[in-house]
């Protein structure tokens, strides 16, 4: 038998072969196709933290190393930090307590659960500067002039410290004066190099532009245009054509509306009572969108809307500026709010401002109504009053 395969029949080399699917392999692996490319990159990550400790957690104790809670880049999932003080003065011994005017040293440390993982960092310390900024005195003075050197000394380094995982990196000094009494403030600002990445193939052209996201917008055109509506909302008098499948995606209370046998599924024309028209614009632009505006002005109303119709996030938001905004004209208001709806985080501020001016608010029109209509908030007041510092 011949075994001459002819000048253009030589045999493939070992390894290599042909899927129709996914193109040439070699050895199992994809080859990339003309006119793509592959590359490789160590990206440079950041990270900072800040850890307050009161003055009486540093004196007097017998530690020789305080350490923080761990914290991290979103971005890189198997590198912790860690930042931690150690006793830093030669006349203590290893038990002696941390005393006024000694110094501790500010380390950093990061942990992984990748074996012989290393990274290249380069850190800089701000401690107490915004804690001694008001105050004018000589020796607090001494003490930010001290602060703001930490920073020149570490946040200057041009090449960047090789750390182990478990090995902590002093980046500066912290010096304790004996006649400042304010928590002690450090800040640490990080930047470090991961692991390299594998090298996986990129597009053809590297000038190739990504244009931006139009999720939002085109949602929002699409409630404004109406367009393949299949449900309308009535409220205020006027009228919104929408999407029942969005309604339904985005609240489980319209979901049970329109899926179950209900007139407003056979209709599917919903009446929605107690609800102004710009309140229900925003409610169903929060719905189609993620977004919301005008929340400091219709925020109590939003609030109503997005806890009948079970949408937390909203209501959240809502919360949240409330809560900003809360003073002794409106407190009693948004306590009466936040308890009908059950936003506890709000009804927690908005008690803590009617202690702070309970002189202010006692006998007002709010307060009788607050009394005849939520007694047991009487006593949250009364009892968190107790304990609250009473104004001059």
């Not at 941390?98 to 290393?118: E, N, P």
């Not at 701000?126 to 050197?149: I, K, Y």
Request: proline share 5%; glycine share 6%; aromatic share 6%.
């Amino acid at each position: 038998m011949s075994t001459d395969h002819g000048p253009d029949q030589r045999p493939p080399p070992k390894g290599h072969g042909c899927d129709a699917k996914k193109g040439p392999t070699w050895d199992g692996e994809e080859v990339c196709r003309a006119g793509e490319w592959s590359f490789t990159r160590r990206p440079l990550l950041h990270v900072s933290h800040t850890w307050v400790l009161e003055r009486r957690a540093l004196l007097g104790c017998d530690w020789t190393l305080l350490t923080s809670r761990r914290f991290g880049s979103r971005q890189d999932d198997d590198v912790t930090w860690t930042v931690s003080l150690e006793v830093d003065n030669s006349g203590c011994t290893s038990e002696s307590p941390l005393r006024a005017a000694d110094s501790a040293r500010v380390c950093v440390a990061f942990g992984t659960a990748v074996l012989h993982k290393r990274v290249f960092l380069r850190a800089a310390l701000r401690a107490q500067e915004e804690a001694v900024r008001a105050d004018e005195s000589a020796a607090a003075l001494e003490v930010l002039r001290a602060a703001r050197d930490y920073c020149a000394n570490t946040a200057g380094r041009d090449g960047m410290t090789r750390l182990d995982p478990n090995r902590r990196e002093c980046i500066g000094t912290l010096y304790l004066a004996e006649y400042d009494t304010t928590p002690v403030t450090v800040r640490v600002d990080i930047a470090y190099f991961s692991d390299v990445e594998e090298a996986r193939p990129g597009p053809a052209a590297e000038s190739l532009c990504v244009p931006p996201c139009s999720l939002s917008a085109d949602m929002e055109a699409l409630l404004t245009e109406g367009r393949l509506a299949d449900a309308v909302l009535v409220a205020d008098g006027r009228e919104w054509r929408v999407h029942k499948a969005i309604l339904v995606a985005r609240s489980p209370v319209f979901a049970a509306m329109f899926e179950h046998d209900m007139a407003e599924s056979k209709s599917s024309r919903v009446t929605i009572g107690d609800v102004s028209a710009d309140v229900l614009d925003q409610v169903l632009r929060y719905m189609y969108t993620g977004k919301v505006d005008h929340i400091r002005v219709l925020g109590v109303d939003l609030l109503a809307v997005a806890d009948r119709y079970a949408l937390p996030r909203l209501k959240a938001l809502c919360e949240e500026e409330l809560a900003r905004s809360v003073s002794h004209d409106n407190a009693l208001d948004v306590l009466l709010t936040a308890d009908l709806h059950s936003a506890k985080e709000l009804r927690c501020a908005a008690l803590q401002c009617v202690c702070s001016n309970i002189h202010k608010v006692l006998g007002s029109d709010a307060w009788k109504e607050l009394v005849r209509l939520r007694p047991h908030l009487l006593h949250q007041v009364l009892a968190m009053c107790v304990n609250y510092p009473i104004p001059d």
